[in-house]
């Protein structure tokens, strides 16, 4: 069955990665959700999706400028003022800390491709160690250097490597970077790619589906999986 994930909870209708959104997803009946995650300029991994806080808060500036007392002042609101009053910038260990015991799957999408975040992934394994859910993560990064990181971090959670534009046999290349699936912008995947990749034993889990018709494509050709703002309107369309 084709997993539906919750691109950053439910952003579609709800204040992108905030636990609002992630609460919603879950509501909905998504398999899984997909969050961002950086570092703090005390070195907190605190989830949100861009580098600066600008378009998704009140603040301004860099994340990694701002320690974490000063990133959970800012509202995350963005742009559903009129539906919420307040939210927070999460911390990773307030999400996991919700998601234990609740069988949710969590891609954690590691933002480290612009600025690098020394000791990322050795923060983020510790925080999935605390809460005992190896067996409900899946990491991605559009860096591939970190799945190959986090490949000899934690062999056994499972990686895929994110990309937008065509790769090469995508389904070998991410074995030979530490991972064992892929994750392409739907417009990097035709339906021939997710058979190819699913064949030789590689799930692929493209990013971001909202256009109903290409969702009902997906769980016809039964993709692994795949990203969507939407997941209340995936879940539907499934059942």
Not at 107 to 120: S, T, V
Request: aromatic share 10%; charged share 25%; hydrophobic share 40%.
């Amino acid at each position: 069955m084709t997993k539906i994930f919750g691109h950053r909870g439910s952003a579609g209708t709800h204040p992108e990665n905030t636990m609002i959104s992630f609460e919603q997803a879950y509501i909905d009946g998504a398999d899984g959700i997909e969050l961002d995650v950086q570092l703090s300029k005390d070195g907190i991994p605190v989830v949100i999706h861009d580098e600066k806080v600008d378009r998704t808060t009140n603040g301004k500036g860099f994340v990694k400028d701002m320690k974490l007392k000063e990133l959970q002042k800012l509202n995350a609101v963005y742009k559903f003022a009129d539906q919420y009053k307040a939210a927070a910038i999460p911390t990773l260990d307030q999400v996991l800390n919700w998601a234990k015991g609740k069988g949710i799957l969590i891609n954690i999408e590691l933002k480290n491709g612009i600025i690098a975040y020394e000791g990322l992934e050795e923060k983020v394994v510790e925080l999935i160690d605390k809460y005992d859910l190896h067996s409900n993560i899946i990491f991605s990064s559009f860096n591939h250097y970190s799945i190959a990181k986090l490949h000899k971090l934690v062999p056994d959670i499972d990686k895929a490597v994110l990309y937008m534009e065509g790769i090469y046999k995508p389904w070998e290349y991410t074995k030979w970077v530490g991972g064992n699936g892929i994750h392409p912008s739907i417009k990097a995947c035709p339906a021939v790619l997710i058979e190819q990749s699913q064949k030789a034993g590689v799930p692929v889990r493209p990013f971001t589906v909202n256009d109903k018709k290409v969702m009902k494509k997906l769980f016809e050709i039964n993709c692994a999986g795949f990203f969507t703002d939407y997941p209340k309107i995936a879940v539907q369309l499934r059942k």
